[in-house]
Each structure stands twice: as structure tokens, then as C-alpha cells.
């Protein structure tokens, strides 16, 4: 799943190459209208694509940024301003290209959803080969409830206390560690990946509680989130399986990680092990992490 990281490549590429460009045609899979028509929504939420075609054409990008693993897009029509935040599930990707045909990449062409056209040789494409991501249209953030309960950016001063705070809390005190921090509410951006980097960089083992972590260590383990992260961000993000930016291209960051699909603890040499956390699978040292 793309992280904070990954969207924020996507974010500074997408910035410069279709501000301030207005939407002229666009169009959805057969997907979706099967989704939709099966009582299911499939990417497009909270309405149907025949309203949602109506309304995005014709809008302005006026502005382009990110928010934890959120995309959020200002637009405007006729004098009026709304969103569209998306975010890329398991497997998102939007390309920049002159032609459909252009996103050369069997798997992302074959799953082509939404399809917006800028100008006669300019489209702007959101493919999604597992269909797990989501484009809602909003008048305004406080539509969709979930993204006002979003913890500060892990960069913002406040959020180390933030996140502090929330480990004394008693809905998070006793869970796993690497559970509370892949939690959005926690932490704003940090996924599996970036999770896993982090734990082994402090030596803390995936799964104590946290109540068994001095502040010490939790204050070490949140500076090193923000370290991994925006080596992350040099790097172009990392590319596991199916992370591209806009022109189809892998990060670097999969070169740099110390643990994370690891079979051998890079420092000690022992074998890795293996744990199923929150629903993902953790990585860690028998030997180096406790």
C-alpha cells in the first residue's frame, strides 16, 4: 500500500504537470458501473458515476496536496469550490500521459477507472489493480468524517506530543505498538513499511504493548518515524509490488530498508521472523528487537 511517502511523490509530480488545468471529458470503467449496479461502490464513493462524470467535468485542479495518505484536490466550477480526495488503497496510481495507450504497464492499463482529459493529447488516469482505493467528491473535509480524526503531520511541531499523548491513553496503552503506529489516528502517513523500519531502528520488537515502552524509547521510535519517512521521500518512495509515480516510474526507497521483507537481521545476522499485526504481516530480529 502506498504511504506517506509514495503519495507525497505523486503529490510534487502531479503539482506542476496539471494545476490550473481544467477537466474536459471524463470517463469511467465498465468496473465501476458493474459495481455500482451490484450494490457495491468500486472507487467512485457516495455517488453514481453518471453524477459524478456531470459534476468533475468542466472543473478546474486548482490546487493540488497531501494529507497523511490522502490526495486532496481543490477544484472549481461555475464560481464554486470542491474537493476530491483520493486515496490509492493497495495498489493506486495516477499517470500523466498524452494517450491512454501511453500507460504502457500491462497491469495498470487493464485497470484504467477514471479517466480525466485535460486538453486534445492530455489526460490525467487513475488505475487501480485491486480497486481497493477511493475518489470521494466533497463540498468540504468535514463531509467525510474520517479525515477531521487525522493525527498532525508527523513533520508538524506538535505532532511528537501528539503522539505521546495518545500512547497514555487507555484505548491505545495496551495494544501492540506496531499496531498503534500504522494507526492513522497516531501516526499520519506511517504504513507496514515504514512501521517496520522504524521498530527495528529503536530495537523495540512489533509486538509489546505499549505499556511495556518508556517515553524515552516512544519519543526515540517517533524521530525515527520522521527520519524513514523523509529518507523515504528522497528516495521517490518505495516500490515493493505495484507503487508508480506519473510517468510510470519505481521509487528507490525498497534499496535502503533494513528490515522489512528481510530474511536476515542486517546487523546480527540472525533470521528474521515473522508476525501477523493489525492484519499485516510484521517483520522483526528475535535477537535485536525485544
Known amino acids: 500500500m502506498p504511504e506517506l511517502p509514495e503519495v507525497e511523490g505523486v503529490v510534487r509530480m502531479l503539482k506542476p504537470a496539471v494545476e490550473h488545468k481544467t477537466i474536459q471529458r471524463v470517463i469511467v470503467s465498465p468496473v465501476i458501473y458493474a459495481s455500482k449496479a451490484a450494490g457495491k461502490e468500486a472507487i467512485i464513493k457516495g455517488q453514481t458515476p453518471e453524477a459524478f462524470i456531470a459534476a468533475v467535468e468542466g472543473m478546474t485542479i486548482e490546487h493540488i496536496e497531501r494529507h497523511a495518505k490522502y490526495i486532496f484536490f481543490t477544484m472549481s466550477k461555475n464560481g464554486g469550490q470542491q474537493l476530491i ?78 503522539f505521546l499523548e495518545k500512547c497514555t491513553q487507555r484505548k491505545y496503552n495496551n495494544k501492540a505498538i506496531k ?29 509489546r504493548k505499549v505499556s511495556q515502552i518508556d517515553k524515552a524509547q516512544l519519543r526515540q521510535l517517533f524521530q525515527e518515524i520522521f527520519a524513514v519517512l523523509t529518507e523515504s521521500i528522497a528516495f521517490g518512495g518505495s516500490s515493493i509490488s505495484d507503487y508508480r509515480n506519473i510517468n510510470g516510474e519505481a521509487g ?4 535502503h530498508l533494513q528490515m522489512y521483507g528481510m530474511k536476515k537481521c542486517p546487523m546480527c545476522h540472525t533470521n528474521t521472523e515473522q508476525q501477523i499485526i493489525a492484519g499485516r504481516n510484521s517483520f522483526y530480529c528475535p535477537n535485536c528487537q525485544r
Not at 93 to 108: L, M, N, Y
Not at 109 to 118: F, S, Y
Not at 122 to 139: N, P, Q, V
Open 252 to 255: 528507490g526507497m525498497q534499496h
Open 179 to 207: 499496531a498503534v503506529i500504522m494507526d492513522g489516528q497516531v501516526v499520519s502517513g506511517c504504513g507496514n513499511i515504514y512501521a517496520t523500519e522504524a521498530l527495528f531502528r529503536t530495537k523495540i520488537h512489533p509486538g
Open 85 to 162: 480526495v483520493n486515496h490509492l488503497g493497495m495498489s493506486g496510481a495516477w499517470f500523466h500521459v498524452a494517450h491512454p495507450d501511453d500507460v504502457t504497464e500491462g497491469k495498470f492499463h487493464k485497470h484504467m477507472h477514471v479517466m480525466w482529459q485535460l486538453a486534445a493529447e492530455e489526460w490525467l488516469i487513475y488505475a487501480d489493480i485491486r480497486r481497493f482505493g477511493e475518489l470521494r467528491l466533497l463540498r468540504e473535509v468535514a463531509d467525510y468524517p474520517p479525515l477531521l480524526a487525522m493525527a498532525p503531520e508527523p513533520f508538524d511541531d506538535v505532532a511528537m506530543d501528539y
